[in-house]
């Protein structure tokens, strides 16, 4: 009797889902990373700067700060020099709980990682950089999936902990 409780806890209590990613893909991974050209970032347009900075819960002053922080170029207001954009992010495999941590510009939030894209706004500056690290994993790494407009990349799988600074331009 113990034995067939046992059998039922693990059957139907058991994690739906794991991400099962072999060596040589996660070494494929690594290596088209490595090789990759900086992502091309999508701006947010001036007119869209009010609503995309609502998308970022920051307090009134956080919110202050970062909106006088924000260059834009006279002679192409869609395009800024200290400037807001947009970033999506998918788990790649199976959504088993896996969270990454997004930081740019002193701006740092968490995203719990979907099989549906997520599009969530970023500031970057002059670094034109984006550190994403892996903070929670549902099982076998954290697999995921970045994108900014039609160009999207699958980044190596990622450890608790672990950080990837990912170049970008726009």
């Known amino acids: 009797m113990i034995l067939g409780v046992g059998y039922a806890m693990t059957t139907f209590f058991t994690p739906a889902t794991s991400d099962d990613i072999s060596e040589s893909t996660k070494t494929e991974l690594i290596n088209q990373f490595a090789q990759a ?15 995309a900075l609502d998308s970022m819960h920051l307090s009134t002053q956080e919110r202050e700060a970062l909106k006088a922080t924000l260059t834009y170029r006279a002679d192409d207001p869609h395009t800024t020099v200290n400037s807001l954009h947009w970033l999506e992010l998918w788990d790649f495999a199976d959504q088993d709980g896996d969270v990454v941590t997004v930081t740019s510009q002193g701006y740092e939030a968490s995203h719990a990682l979907l099989k549906a894209p997520t599009r969530i706004v970023i500031p970057v500056g002059s670094t034109r950089s984006v550190t994403i690290r892996g903070t929670q994993d549902g099982g076998g790494g954290i697999t995921l999936g970045v994108r900014s407009g039609a160009a999207g990349v699958s980044l190596p799988v990622l450890a608790p902990g672990q950080a990837l600074t990912i170049p970008v331009t726009f």
């Open 37 to 51: 050209e900086p992502l091309r970032l999508t701006p947010v347009p001036a007119e869209e700067v009010e609503a």
